[in-house]
């Protein structure tokens, strides 16, 4: 029980410090952003960040840089937990790739979520040829970057030849992963011009 309390805390904290520079561009809407992380108000409903198209929920998915090279393709990212990743700056899927996003409770972590990402063809097919990628190489991560900001690094989950959405496991907190699902559509329609 007290392990549990511990994570939910750092997770809070990480949170906070994560939302910082999108909590400062909101123009007085802050508040709404940390409401699901007030525990005594669970009866709250959580209202997801909707502003113009590219401006939240924009997310990217880079190659972590294991060894930097110095290369001018290599750019540094701030995480969640404030440190900072080296990822290709070049993105290898974008929100241009990704039609929408469904955020899946996960039974067994109440408050936390996987995604659902529904890519375009082009989309599947870089998917598909990561996914094959991954598996020759142990060192190979991807980082899931919203606004930005380096979320998590995972392993791609290989997409077979005639599917065109993939899960990302998580796990993601409540805030960012229905901040993600609400602007993912529009995001789409702003970044691929549709």
Known sequence: MTTSKHTFRFLCTAFCLAAFPLLTSCNGSASSILDPLNVDNKDEVYKPVVGQPGEFGVVSIHEVIRHKRGDEKEVEVGTMFGDEIIVDRNPLLDSSDIISIEAIAINDLPGFYKLRLHLTQDGG?????????????????LAFLIDSVSYRTFKPRFLYSDEDTVVIDGP???PAALNIEANAIRNFMYFSQQ
């Not at 870089?126 to 991954?134: E, F, G």
């Open 172 to 174: 993601f907190d409540e």
């Open 125 to 141: 097919k870089i998917w598909r040829k990561i996914s094959v990628d991954s598996r020759d190489s142990t060192a190979f991560s």
